[in-house]
């Protein structure tokens, strides 16, 4: 009678304690790549080159964070040439951990998601479920052979989803300064009046000469 107690009792604790784990489990209804493309609003590669915690209340929910890409190709959106995209912190509330430095196919959407408990402040969001991906480093458009996610080439329906890149906006850089005109020629100018200066006192050096011969 105890031994069947203890187990009933064992059973019950492993429910208890397993449910709050399984419950923050993020699960992703399946998507197709066309399905992604169309609930995007911005679809790019880039490498990641920032990464920020969005400010929030200690004792409230997580806050987001936000990461900064360098895009490469734009498959979908305006040519920026640079991106903020708000996630999760981590993959149990369908966060996506991007790594600084490293390249990814990136879906983001510019739709209200529910998933982030604080407004981060940009108007891109993104998700475990999104369709993000890491790629290989490059900047020309995506290939087959560019997936590395499970070792794994990209799909062909993928590529076909993507459709035509286009180039990111430049980014805003002064030009190097170059030497006007009138700087490069004053040397040489100088060297000219140097010149002309020594042959009228020549000239008039070989005149006095003269004079005094005769």
């Not at 920026?80 to 879906?107: D, H, I, P």
């Not at 959407?109 to 993104?126: C, F, H, Q, R, Y």
């Not at 990111?168 to 700087?183: C, G, K, V």
Request: proline share 9%.
């Amino acid at each position: 009678m105890r031994h069947r107690l203890f187990v009933v009792l064992l059973l019950l604790a492993t429910v208890v304690v397993g449910a709050p784990a399984a419950a923050c489990v993020c699960r992703c209804a399946p998507l197709e790549p066309a399905e992604q493309m169309k609930h995007a609003a911005a679809v790019f590669t880039g490498t990641v080159t920032g990464v920020r915690h969005v400010s929030g209340d200690r004792l409230g929910p997580t806050p987001p964070v936000v990461y900064r890409f360098r895009p490469d190709q734009i498959y979908k959106g305006g040519p920026a040439a640079e991106f903020e995209v708000a996630t999760n912190v981590n993959e149990a509330s369908c966060g996506y951990a991007f790594t600084v430095g490293s390249q990814y196919l990136v879906f983001a959407s510019d739709k209200e998601s529910g998933l982030l408990a604080i407004d981060p402040g940009v108007p891109l969001n993104t998700s475990l479920c999104a369709g993000n991906q890491p790629v290989r480093p490059g900047d020309r458009p995506l290939r087959a052979e560019d997936g590395v996610q499970n070792g794994e080439p990209l799909t062909a329906e993928l590529l076909a989803a993507l459709g035509m890149a286009s180039r990111p906006a430049p980014t805003t850089s002064l030009p190097p300064a170059t030497p006007s005109r009138e700087t490069a020629t004053t040397p040489w100018a100088a060297i000219g009046a140097i010149t002309a200066a020594v042959a009228v006192l020549a000239l008039a050096g070989w005149r006095f000469a003269r004079r005094r011969k005769t």
